[in-house]
Structures are given as C-alpha cells and as structure tokens.
C-alpha cells in the first residue's frame, strides 16, 4: 500500500518554464488537494477536488493547472513557472463522502526552484 | 471568511514543562478541527481530531466554541515532540475543504 505518491522529490526549473508535478494515491479517497509550504505562510491550499471530473480553487490558485480524470490521480501543472513558485509542495487525500474520519494522507513533499 | 490562525512561529521550552501551542479559527458553520505534525524528515500526519477527543502522545485539545479556539496542549514536553504543528479546519457544508494555519515550530530544549 503506497499511501500518496509524489514525483519527482525535486525539480530546477528556469523562468517561463512549464512542469507538471504529478500526485497519485490508491486508498480510492475522493479528496485530493495541493498544497504549498513556505516559511511563515504556512500550509496554503492552492486546488482541490472532490472527485472524478471535479475541481475547484484554493487559496493561492493563480499559476497552477489542475485535473481529474481519474480517482488515483491529480497532476498539478505550473504552465510558465516564476520565482514566487519556489516552494514545497504537498498532495494530500482523504475519503469525503461518508465513512471517512476526515485524516488527510499526505504525499512526501516536492521540492520546487525557479531560477 | 474562514481562517485558521496560529499566532506563535515558534515556541520554546524545557524539557518537562508545559506546552500550550494555539489555535484560533473563523467558521460560522460547525467546524471540524485538527492538529497535524510534521516531525523532521517525515511527512505530515495527523495528530488528533476534536471529535474524538483522543489523547495522542500526551497532547490534548479542546474545542472551545465560544472563544473559537482549538489549543494543544501537553503536560510535560518531550525533546521528541520538537516538530512543526499545523492547526487546520475541514469545511464540510456545501463543499469539502481543508485549511491550514501557518504552523508552529516548537522546540523542546533539554
């Protein structure tokens, strides 16, 4: 069992530049989200989603890209990277609909630069 | 709106004392509360939850509705407890959502 699945663990990128950081989890949770973590901001939400096929913003959602199309996975897409995405990055999932006591699994953090 | 707020960045103290790290939020619907750990070079995990008012490690916290606060707390430190605490909020009314204050690093001095 996998639990959160994050890749990569770390990634230079330049100015302009586009990536996708890529999240998966199998515990077929409904709840997956992005969050970002910098010094003295905290954890702030930038996209989240409620299921397949659905997707809303966060907190801080300028800049990023997401989808759904399936349960296990919820790419994050940065489509022309600045300095003020540098970051730890963290995907985390929960079950939403019932039966769940709210615990948010969290991936292992990727490790963002832009020069 | 809705916020979480963590008002200490860091918190102090010996080995043996007590810690009390805060949190306060603003919800007007009926708030779901929890305290997550980050220890060092580990990922996030969840500490406890106001509902079911479980003792983990020590820690305790209770859901104070009418000074909107959710404090933990621990009788007596421990050097292991030195981490990074987040206090977060899960929205369930009309959507599912989670956020989270802006952390407090406490360190346990021996």
């Known amino acids: 069992n996998a639990g959160v699945t994050q890749t990569p663990k770390f990634q230079v990128l330049k100015t302009g530049q586009s990536m996708t950081l890529q999240c998966a989890q199998d515990m077929n949770h409904e709840y997956m989200s992005w969050y970002r973590q910098d010094p003295g901001m905290g954890l702030r939400l930038i996209h989240y989603?409620?299921?397949?096929?659905?997707?809303d913003q966060g907190e801080v959602p300028n800049g990023y890209n997401v989808s759904r199309s399936t349960t296990e996975d919820f790419p994050l897409r940065l489509l022309s990277a600045a300095p003020s995405q540098t970051s730890v990055y963290f995907c985390?999932?929960?079950?939403?609909?019932?039966?769940?006591?709210?615990?948010?699994?969290f991936g292992e953090g990727s490790r963002l630069t832009v020069l | 709106a809705q916020r979480v707020t963590q008002p200490e960045k860091l918190l102090s103290v010996f080995k043996g004392a007590p810690v009390e790290l805060k949190c306060n939020y603003s919800y007007s619907g009926s708030p779901e509360l929890f305290w997550y750990v980050q220890y060092s070079r580990q990922r996030l995990q969840l500490l406890l939850r106001h509902i079911s008012r479980e003792s983990i490690k020590g820690f305790t916290a209770d859901l104070n509705k009418g000074e909107t606060s959710f404090h933990l707390k621990k009788p007596f430190a421990q050097e292991e407890d030195s981490a990074m605490y987040y206090c977060a909020l899960l929205f369930t009314s009309g959507t599912y959502k989670y956020i989270f204050g802006t952390g407090t690093r406490l360190k346990v001095l021996a």
């Open positions: 985390a999932s929960s079950w939403a609909l019932g039966g769940g006591t709210g615990e948010l699994f």
């Open positions: 989603s409620v299921g397949a096929g659905i997707t």
